[in-house]
Each structure stands twice: as structure tokens, then as C-alpha cells.
């Protein structure tokens, strides 16, 4: 499975602007950039997903450089409830394959009020 | 959105004996669900992938007489815990995926059981 690298934390103050990074150097063609967010004693909850190009949601945007190789979760406005470990993974949905999430370190996202 | 739900929620059990949790998707059909497993300041651990109507396939180093998984229903997955140890202690988490393999969407996760053995 490709990995991905992830800083062990980050600090951000709230109503700033936070972007984490994510390097996927051995990504595949046919792998989906996936970013999860896990707040203390929760299940891992969606934030975002891509493949080659920039994608937004309501809760983030997801930068995706042009080799693929790296990524960017922004949060456009931290708040309180953004402190979260905040993971990268990649997955491949190709048939055949078993379409599973491997969960690496993530960056533990600390907001300062 | 997709809800997968996770119960119990908190199970405190003595050593020796055998514990179920259950996964529910609420609101699809899921036809694939994965058990994670979370010790304290570390990351999921993928333990065993289930399909409906089949075995499980479990992770290197996961026991699977010791942590079975039956996927009995495109709705329901448990996890039984059997002759839980102190050792065993953990956050145990589900995802589920619907009939939607190939569409890179995401998946939904339950909020995870926390599991105590003394």
C-alpha cells in the first residue's frame, strides 16, 4: 500500500487559516487522496477527498499538486472544534483490490482561542 | 448523511469472559464493513474486513478465533471479543461501505467502543 507523511502535530490559532500537509510520493495513478479527522474519543469522521484536482467542500479544501506527490488540507478558518487528529490516506477503489483504509500517524491539530 | 452505529458504547467486562459489539449501518446497505482497533495516542489499526454472507479476511497478527466477526446482514456486523484479557483492552471502531465500490466514496465510521477488561 502507498504511504503517506504526515507532521506529528500542528498549532493554529482560532479564525487563522490552517494547512496541513500530506506526502504521498509513491502514489499510484488509480489512488484517491482521502483525508479523515478523528476528535478525542470519536470514530473517524470524512473531510474531504480527491484525485487530481483541487477540490472544496463546506468544511475544507484539498490541494493536490500537479505530480500528485503531495497534498494540502486547508481549513480556511480554524475554530475550537477543528482540534482533531487529522489523517491522510490514500485508497485505491479499483475492482479486485480490497478497497480498505490503512490509517497512518495524522497531525494532531492544536486551536488556541 | 450515512450513519453507521456502534453499541455498546462503553463495556466494562471481567477477564475471561466474551464481549460483542455491534456495527449497524442505518441508513444503506452495507455490503462491506472494516473493524479498527485504537490504543491510547496511537492510530487505527486495521483488524479484519468483513463481506455479507462471507468468512472474514483478518490483518496479519489479528487471532480470528479470538476476534470473530460475522456480517450475518447487509445492515449488521459484530465483533465478539472472546476470553477477553486486561491486554485486550482498547477502542474498537467499525466502517462500513455500501454497494458503491469503485466510486472512491467516502466511509462511514460508528463512534467507537470503549472496551475495559479487569
Known amino acids: 500500500d502507498a504511504k503517506t507523511t504526515q507532521p506529528n502535530s500542528m498549532e493554529s490559532n482560532e479564525e487563522e487559516p490552517v494547512h496541513l500537509p500530506c506526502n504521498h510520493s509513491t502514489i499510484s495513478g488509480t489512488d484517491y487522496i482521502h483525508w479523515y479527522r478523528q476528535l478525542p474519543s470519536q470514530g473517524p469522521e470524512y473531510v474531504i477527498h480527491?484525485?487530481?484536482s483541487n477540490v472544496n467542500n463546506r468544511m475544507a479544501s484539498l490541494a493536490i499538486a500537479e505530480d500528485r506527490k503531495s497534498s494540502t488540507l486547508i481549513l480556511h478558518r480554524a475554530t475550537l472544534r477543528d482540534a482533531a487528529v487529522y489523517y491522510c490516506i490514500l485508497r485505491d477503489v479499483q475492482e479486485g483490490n480490497t478497497d480498505k483504509l490503512i490509517f497512518g500517524t495524522g497531525t494532531r491539530l492544536q486551536v488556541f482561542p | 448523511g450515512a450513519v453507521v452505529s456502534q453499541h455498546p458504547s462503553r463495556v466494562i467486562c471481567k477477564s475471561g469472559t466474551s464481549v460483542k459489539i455491534e456495527c449497524r449501518s442505518l441508513?444503506?446497505?452495507?455490503?462491506?464493513m472494516f473493524w479498527y482497533r485504537q490504543f491510547p495516542k496511537q492510530s487505527l489499526m486495521l483488524m479484519a474486513t468483513s463481506n455479507e454472507g462471507s468468512k472474514a479476511t483478518y490483518e496479519q497478527g489479528v487471532e480470528k478465533d479470538k476476534f470473530l466477526i460475522n456480517h450475518a446482514s447487509l445492515t449488521l456486523s459484530t465483533l465478539t471479543v472472546t476470553s477477553a484479557h486486561p491486554e485486550d483492552s482498547s477502542f474498537y471502531i467499525c466502517s462500513a461501505r455500501g454497494d458503491d465500490r469503485g466510486s472512491s466514496s467516502p466511509l462511514h465510521f460508528g463512534n467507537g467502543t470503549r472496551l475495559t477488561v479487569t
Open positions: 480527491g484525485l487530481t
Open positions: 441508513d444503506f446497505q452495507a455490503t462491506t
